[in-house]
């Protein structure tokens, strides 16, 4: 568990450092958009808000509500591509 | 959620809260890039990496869980482990912002606030970050409704939600006499995304003093397709006006859809002349040739034409604009195979081959592969000087936004007048690669094997509308299929729309093949 947690944190010092994880956060960006997912989320937030009444609602609504329906509906695509791109990178930057 | 922000920020906006604000804003939020980093905050990359390190929870060191800094002092803890939360309590430090987004918690609110003057800074570093950052310039910002556009949502309450099978834009055309062909082809351009937003959004500054400019009478077309009214609509205002201006077009008797597109795409093209784009003196582009209306932006491409001379393999190279293309079909007269090797066309798009049945692909692999001039039609050429045997070849330079393919079923050669019932089988999806310029150059530098890159968006198109002729030559009727939404087609038959498969798309004949560049890049 502590090794899992070690390793998680060497890569992503290692995306940081080489701006690799900006451009992966900016390509994730452009395939949720593409492919309506974003449209989804904020049609879902636009429900929540309805239900709880926007003079109510906080952000930690909004986040406990969409965060599950949010990941579950991540096309495995785009999964796929993202895990191919970070192998790729380490691949490349090994040490 | 106040956006009038809380009280509780008053205890932090004293002394230097600004600057130190800032700090906090470009150091851990809106980093940029390596450079900007390494720029702004330290100097060399041992010390960068102790950023990179430190930003992580100071309990349990993660480095994902919503990381929030603390804003009173050097604290990072997770949300959603409640690590910040703790802190704020103990020390009494109400105040973090999330590292991901930027916005600032208030722990006695208990939830995000929205404060003016910091809400400036946010804004302002994160547009420096961004401007830092290669090649990307400016950040792309919501639209936010001024002043006088909330007045007139105030005034006109009428809301319109699209819904995935709502068919809004959808509308019949009554048959004035022969007049499916305009019927169809007003079908294709009004369920054009691209024209339809350039329409919708009021884009047109009229410059004809005349009431018969045809771009004004397209833009009313689309208020009426997207009116709401079901009842067929009734063009003959169109009608009238593309007689004016295609005189040989006029008349009742039945005429070519194709004819009809091109020469309405023509009128529209020379009347577009309010809406060219005026270059950095102010002074319009008069210049014909690089005109930038919205019909050039849509639907002009470059051809590319090679002519080699077989003596001295000079290549003489030009580029002609084009709106659509039009592919010989095999049956016709002209002969249509053997075609070129190295065809992957067909592989790249998925087509199949039911048992010998031509495909779009083989049509254009036939339109780009190299032909062989022959004797009686020598060229000049311009690198020996001499009239010498040469091959000629059509490649794509540059695709248009929306490409239209136009198969060549009607035959007026001097021998006899047919229609070429062929059936061309087309997919939903094209893949241009193989047919550009840039691949061709790649064939001839060696490079057979082409990995097809599937990253690369530019030359993927997908159909959205087909118009078929039905009948003979001398009488014959024009319906057409059209696309809304993804995946819902229509069929439309003047007046009468149905819903159709796809199936039932892809099984018909085929004239004219309209497709959409899938990805749309900004230049």
């Keep these: ?95 | 959620m106040s956006p009038a922000g809380c009280s509780h920020v008053n205890g932090y906006k004293v002394d230097n809260w600004k600057q130190n604000l800032r700090v906090i804003y470009q150091c851990f939020v809106w980093s940029g890039t390596a450079e900007t980093r390494r720029r702004k905050v330290l100097q060399n990359d041992a010390g960068w990496t102790a950023l990179a390190k430190s930003c992580i929870c100071h309990i349990c060191g993660a480095h994902l869980n919503r990381l929030h800094s603390c804003l009173y002092c050097v604290f990072f803890g997770c949300f959603s482990k409640k690590h910040i939360h703790d802190h704020a309590k103990n020390k009494r430090h109400n105040l973090a912002v999330d590292l991901l987004y930027g916005g600032i918690y208030c722990f006695v609110c208990q939830d995000y606030i929205y404060d003016k003057e910091m809400e400036q800074i946010a804004k302002e570093e994160q547009r420096k970050a961004w401007k830092l950052q290669a090649g990307i310039g400016e950040k792309y910002t919501t639209w936010e409704p001024t002043k006088r556009e909330l007045e007139l949502l105030r005034h006109n309450p009428k809301r319109r939600k699209i819904t995935t099978n709502c068919t809004i834009g959808l509308r019949g055309l009554i048959n004035l006499g022969n007049t499916c062909f305009m019927n169809c082809i007003v079908q294709a351009l009004t369920h054009t995304p691209l024209l339809r937003d350039f329409f919708l959004s009021d884009r047109h500054k009229c410059e004809m003093q005349s009431n018969s400019c045809l771009v004004c009478e397209m833009s009313q077309l689309f208020q009426e397709f997207y009116s709401g009214h079901r009842s067929p609509h009734i063009p003959f205002r169109l009608l009238h006006l593309v007689w004016t201006h295609a005189k040989h077009l006029a008349g009742y008797e039945q005429q070519d859809a194709h004819e009809f597109l091109i020469a309405a795409l023509d009128v529209l093209h020379r009347h577009c002349k309010g809406d060219t784009t005026r270059d950095d003196n102010g002074k319009k582009a008069n210049n014909p040739n690089h005109c930038n209306c919205i019909i050039d932006q849509i639907f002009t491409g470059g051809l590319q034409s090679d002519v080699t001379c077989q003596v001295c393999t000079g290549v003489s190279t030009t580029i002609d604009p084009f709106w659509d293309i039009s592919l010989d079909l095999p049956g016709s007269s002209t002969p249509f195979w053997p075609l070129s090797p190295g065809g992957d066309g067909s592989a790249v798009n998925g087509e199949s081959h039911l048992s010998g049945s031509t495909t779009l692909t083989d049509c254009l692999r036939r339109f780009t592969r190299p032909e062989h001039l022959g004797s009686s039609a020598k060229i000049k050429c311009g690198g020996c000087h001499s009239y010498q045997e040469s091959t000629k070849q059509l490649t794509m330079k540059k695709l248009p936004i929306v490409a239209c393919f136009h198969l060549k079923r009607f035959e007026h050669s001097a021998k006899l007048r047919r229609k070429i019932t062929t059936y061309v089988s087309f997919p939903l999806e094209l893949d241009m690669t193989p047919f550009m310029a840039s691949s061709k150059e790649s064939r001839m530098n060696g490079q057979y094997q082409q990995t097809v890159d599937v990253l690369n968006n530019d030359n993927k198109y997908a159909l959205f509308a087909v118009v078929n002729h039905q009948g003979t030559l001398e009488s014959g009727h024009y319906t057409s299929f059209i696309r809304q939404h993804k995946d819902q087609w229509f069929k439309c038959d003047d007046a009468i729309i149905t819903k159709a498969t796809i199936k039932d798309v892809l099984d018909s004949e085929g004239y004219l093949l309209f497709y959409h560049k899938q990805f749309l890049e900004y230049e």
């Excluded at chain 1, 450092?17 to 949720?32: D, F």
């Excluded at chain 1, 406990?64 to 990178?89: C, H, N, W, Y």
């Design chain 1, 1 to 95: 568990m502590y090794v899992d947690l070690k390793m998680r944190a060497t890569i992503n010092q290692k995306l940081t450092e080489m701006g690799e994880r900006e451009r992966l956060k900016e390509l994730l960006r452009a395939k949720l958009t593409e492919c309506g997912w974003k449209d989804q989320m904020k049609a879902h937030c636009k429900e929540v808000i309805k239900e709880k009444g926007l003079e109510h609602v906080t952000v930690e609504d909004l986040v406990v509500e969409i965060t599950p329906k949010g990941r579950a509906l991540v096309p495995d695509s785009v999964k796929k591509e993202l895990l191919q791109r970070i192998r790729m990178f380490l691949a490349q930057h090994a040490t």
